[in-house]
């Protein structure tokens, strides 16, 4: 990933309200959740809703994080689209 911030890092942030953090995790994870989504789902239009979902929970919910910020991410992805499978 580089030598910018890691994942837990910017969790951190986040949990501060730093806008700017969930920015940076979104340029980091962003297209390999859609990826994730995309496989597990097959459906593209789904992938992509389930990731916006994925990364507006990531800034709501980021207080609950206690794993590890890169497990976090995909676990809430993957819940995102099943929620959103079931509409």
Known sequence: MGSGPDADQLLQRCRKGDETALGELMRLYQ???FRFLLRVSGDSSLAEEATVECFYRVWT????????????????????????AQI
């Open 61 to 84: 919910k980021c207080g609950q994080q206690r794993a590890g910020a890169e497990a976090w991410i995909f676990r809430i992805s993957h819940r995102a689209l099943l929620d959103l």
């Open 31 to 33: 297209e390999r959740v």
